[in-house]
């Protein structure tokens, strides 16, 4: 991920509305979720009676990634570096599988790509299906060593995905038209000598859309990741930091962890978790009494999210003025957490990322302990 120090002093000295509460709007569409977004770089969206699969799905997925890795983390260090060793892949630089990234957390990430059965799927949501990396590892039987894994969460994660990347299509969709109609008002707007220079913008919006047409038959490269986060102690269990992808939901639970830094309430840090329980707001997402697991989940925009809905350079300061949730945002999890945390993250991500191009990690082995980098790590 990227540090970015910098950008929260920005909103620091951007907005100062100290002492004003905030009201957490609770999505339950699409478009009312690309508003939030836009206007605030999240939104929380309820998966209510209407969506009902993919609640289901994401609560079942829960349960299985908690056992896998409740397992993993209460094993003797040995039986931890057997599955490290046989989970893990490193392909091009990009992760899959298990990790330990800190000694705080464990990691497990399944990177999904596209395999291409058409030429209109980006655009129209069919033709493509999203399936694991050929490298992929998963927990099972005859892959784990003293370990009891059912294969479920391969399972339930196949289910999952299309499911969540599907909703974050849907939301990307609706960021676009916005962004679409703010640009004809604009337009209708322009004095009559300022016409020359809309057409010079729409000549450079038509080559960079065939520049992204010659990319786009790049398989994309999307990662679900599962954090556990086990320490209950004051540590940095992951520091502010921006996501590359387009836009990354995040499972939220019971274990209040995930904060996000609010544009409209002067750079101050909020955590969703902390007042949707406190207001009673969260509804189990499983019958199960032993999970954590809600019905809710964070949309946040990241990195892409402009190039994906056709801002650049030109155009920049105004969208980013009329939208400022358009900026990628700037999240963290909590230094103290009441018990042990387990996070889902998927990240969509633009087709022109290939796996070469992914993320650095971190290794372990049973000589050095952890070492190397982790540039871009979800939470």
């Given amino acids: 991920y990227c540090t970015i120090a910098c950008i929260q ?60 890795l409740s397992q993993i983390h209460a094993a003797s260090p040995e039986i931890q570096l057997k599955n490290l060793n046989k989970l893990r892949r490193v392909e091009g630089g990009a992760l899959l599988g298990l990790n330990k990234p800190s000694p705080h957390k464990w990691l497990f990430r399944i990177l999904f790509t ?96 065939v520049e992204h047409k010659s990319e786009s038959s790049a398989l994309s490269c999307c990662p679900l990741d599962f954090f556990f986060y086990h320490d209950t102690k004051t540590v940095q269990n992951c520091s502010e930091h921006v996501d590359r992808g387009i836009l990354i939901c995040i499972s939220l639970t019971k274990v209040a962890g995930l904060e996000v830094l609010s544009r409209r309430m002067g750079g101050r840090w909020l955590c969703p978790e902390e007042e949707l329980i406190a207001q009673r707001n969260f509804k189990d997402g499983t019958n199960k009494e032993d999970s954590d697991c809600s019905d809710m989940i964070c949309i946040l925009s990241g990195g892409q999210l402009k190039a994906a809905v056709g801002v650049h350079g030109y155009d920049d300061d105004v969208f980013s ?27 969509l991500r633009s087709k022109i990322n290939l796996i070469n191009r992914c993320d650095t990690v971190k290794t372990l082995d049973d000589q050095s302990g952890i070492k190397g980098e982790m540039n871009s790590i979800n939470m």
């Fill in 9 to 68: 002093n920005a909103y620091m000295s951007e907005l100062q509305k100290e002492g004003e509460e905030y009201e957490f709007e609770i999505c339950r569409d699409p478009k009312t979720a690309a508003r939030c977004v836009l206007r605030d770089s999240f939104a929380i969206y309820q998966l209510d009676d209407t969506d009902t699969t993919t609640r289901d799905s994401l609560a079942g997925t829960w349960l299985s990634a908690s056992k896998f």
């Fill in 114 to 209: 596209d395999d291409a059965k058409g030429e209109n799927g980006e655009e129209e949501g069919v033709g493509y299906a999203l399936i694991p990396h050929p490298s992929q590892p998963f927990p099972d039987s005859s892959s784990t060593s003293g370990i009891d894994a059912d294969g479920e969460l391969q399972k339930s994660s196949q289910v999952l995905v299309p499911l969540l990347d599907n909703l974050l299509k849907k939301c990307t969709h609706e960021i676009k038209e916005e962004v679409r109609r703010k640009r004809l008002r604009n337009r209708d707007q322009l004095p009559s000598d300022e016409d020359s220079d809309s057409a010079q913008q729409a000549h450079i919006r038509k080559k960079r859309k």
């Fill in 321 to 347: 003025h009329d939208f400022p949730g358009l900026t990628a945002c700037v999240h963290r999890v909590k230094q103290t957490l009441k018990r042990t945390r387990l996070s889902i993250s998927y990240e």
